[in-house]
């Protein structure tokens, strides 16, 4: 377990060194309001799930970033910050919110911001997001900064982030995947956005994004809800939000794209009068079992692919169809 006890027995840094660490992390900062020679810092960097975790704290009683400071290094993702120990004030957007131990905010890193602290001893512990993959769980461009003091998902979170990355060498990519989608899942709980009109106008736009994201991909049979959520950079439980509020799932779409396709190839077959295999139809629709796409174009169409083209009605179900 990585505590803030192991933290502090970490190396101090000094002044240049501490900055120049910080800035091939996480991008240019700089620290102000404290002579260099008088200054102390710590940083630890780890790997969670795929994500950059950072343990950072000094002795400094500013840490800026400038209009200049994004221009050279034109980092583009957000952070979700931590206050560990100390209290600070973050100052972003013309917006200005205080933390406390236990408190986390979202700031953005493509954009100035100003960490204040009054004594100058603070330990925040961050995670790196990128843009695209908060936009699309939190259904909109956040506000930042924002900040949320005793959210309930935000214990689970820090827990995540304090356990995490012990033996990530030996987690499976599927596993790690689904860790991501966990991560954004309760950030999503954390930081959902408050303008509903807003939310709407962009979740219209990724709810469109993942339907071609299905039409894309409906022919591969291995091809399900949690891809889906993959490739859109969402978790899964906001999927199917996003299906539920349209009183679908993404099962049921999936299977109408293909259902749709096949009954596309059958009419042409017909209409070619070629002698392709119904059961070759099924699999290049993505049905992985000639079963199951029977059973399921007769629950949609009400009749079997062998009728819906004029043929003559299989003898058996589970028998593939020439």
Known sequence: MHSSGDFLSTP???YETWRDVVRSICGRYTPGGIEPKTFSGRLRLRSICGFR??????NAHRLERTHQDIRVDAVDHYYAIFQ???????????????LTVGD??????????????????????????????LFSNLGLEP?????????????????????GGEDEQSISVSANAYM?????????????PSDPEGASRHTDRLFARICDIIKDHFADPDFGPCDVAAEAGISLRYLQKLFTARNSTCSH????????HAASLLKRRAFLKTSQPISEIA???????YTNFNRKFRRRFGHTPRAHVGGIEPLADNSPER
């Open 12 to 14: 101090n840094l000094d």
């Open 53 to 58: 975790a950072v343990d950072l704290s000094s």
């Open 84 to 98: 560990m120990t100390g209290q600070s004030r973050i100052i972003q957007n013309d917006r200005i919110v205080e």
């Open 104 to 133: 986390v905010a979202l700031v953005d890193a493509g954009r100035p911001v100003t960490y204040l602290t009054e004594k100058g001893s603070n330990h925040w512990r961050s995670l790196q997001l990128p843009r695209r993959s």
């Open 143 to 163: 506000r930042c900064p924002s900040r949320r003091s005793g959210a309930a998902a935000a214990r689970p979170l820090r827990q995540l982030l304090q356990d």
């Open 180 to 192: 991501r989608l966990v991560f954004y899942d309760l950030l999503g709980a954390i930081f959902a």
């Open 253 to 260: 779409f999936m299977h109408s794209v293909r259902l749709d």
């Open 283 to 289: 699999y290049a629709s993505g049905f992985g079992d």
